[in-house]
């Protein structure tokens, strides 16, 4: 049988026998009450008689009745205090218990780690997720990089197609300016001069 079943064993034990004693105390306290309110009732019958020798004894007789009716008070809060410091002890008890076996837990697991093992295994941790960040880095500058050549390209193939439109226009207003059979008029001539200006404009 474990402490704890022997403890609670105990205590029931020790509560069984505090509540058979308070009632032993209850009922004699009863009788005694009983007996206190008949001398009272007899003192008051020969203090009618006058007679102050049986009233005297009487009163003594009561004293003492009533001196063991307190002893009967104390000795019932003494059981009850009793069977409440068992009730404690057991819990102290088990309270111990329990911290006894959550200190060997603890000396169990502090043996298995590995302070130093630990510590490596947090810098090995901390050097990985250092590297991560760095290709991170790497890659969104390479993506960054990418998108600029990107604008390179696509900027010069708009300037190539700009200047070949250029040289489309330019042969055209060469061609305005021969006087011919077939001369452009002055309202044409106008026309590829704005398409030239607007072409040097997109060209900025």
């Known amino acids: 049988m474990s402490s704890d079943n022997r403890n609670r064993k105990l205590v029931r034990q020790v509560e069984k026998e505090t509540r058979s004693g308070k009632r032993d105390i209850a009922r004699n306290k009863m009788e005694l009450e009983r007996e206190e309110k ?3 009732a007899e003192i008051k019958k020969y203090a009618q008689l006058g007679d102050k020798a049986m009233c ?5 007789q009561l004293i003492s009745l009533r001196k063991q009716i307190g002893q009967n008070v104390r000795m019932s809060a003494e059981i009850s205090q009793i069977g409440t410091q068992a009730r404690l002890g057991a819990a102290q008890h088990r309270l111990m218990t329990v911290a006894q076996e959550t200190s060997k837990t603890m000396t169990a697991m502090n043996k298995q780690m590995d302070a130093k093992k630990m510590a490596q295994n947090m ?3 901390q050097n990985a997720s250092f590297q991560l960040n760095m290709k991170e880095e790497l ?3 390479f993506m960054n990089d990418f998108d600029a050549n990107d604008v390179e390209a696509e900027d010069a193939v708009v300037n190539e197609v700009l200047s070949s439109l250029a040289i489309d226009v330019g042969n055209q207003l060469d061609k305005a300016r021969v006087p011919t059979s077939s ?3 002055e309202s044409e001539k106008a ?3 704005d398409l030239e200006k607007q072409l040097e404009q997109l060209r900025r």
């Open 183 to 185: 001369m452009k008029t």
């Open 38 to 40: 008949a001398l009272v």
């Open 56 to 60: 005297s004894r009487l009163a003594q």
């Open 191 to 193: 026309d590829f001069s």
């Open 139 to 141: 890659m969104d500058d």
């Open 123 to 125: 810098q090995a941790f």
